[in-house]
């Protein structure tokens, strides 16, 4: 299943509203919208979602999974998270065995870490 509410006008997303797909999920675009915020399943629940893009719509950053939240969305390879607000990447994104490209070009970094010290991304693009 591929969801794609690329310029819905969305200000939010119910955590909700993705429950009955997230098993299924491949591939999740939500670009060109106006979402600082996702839930917390998003995309940490994702059991086989591949593709996660959120492009062009005024994100802070991603939740970090918290501790009950376990991090299912292992199959994910391709995020592209560019033309954001993002000031921060939550660190388990850096530990993500399948990722092989990242893009947060065109965001508001400020820093990277991890609590391991590196990155094992095969192609992770910044600008």
Known sequence: ????????????????????????LLEL????NNLNILP???????????????????LYGLSSPSETTPILCQSLEFINL??????YLPAELFYLRELKYLNVSHNCLQSLSTSKGYIMYNEIIFM
Do not use: G, R
């Open 1 to 24: 299943i591929s969801i794609d509410w690329q310029n819905c006008s969305l200000c939010a997303i119910s955590k909700e509203w993705l429950v009955p797909y997230q098993n299924q």
């Open 29 to 32: 675009d939500l670009s060109y």
């Open 40 to 58: 917390s399943n998003i995309p940490w629940q994702m059991i086989n979602l591949k593709s996660f893009v959120v492009m062009h719509s005024f």
């Open 82 to 87: 560019s033309h954001n607000e993002m000031i």
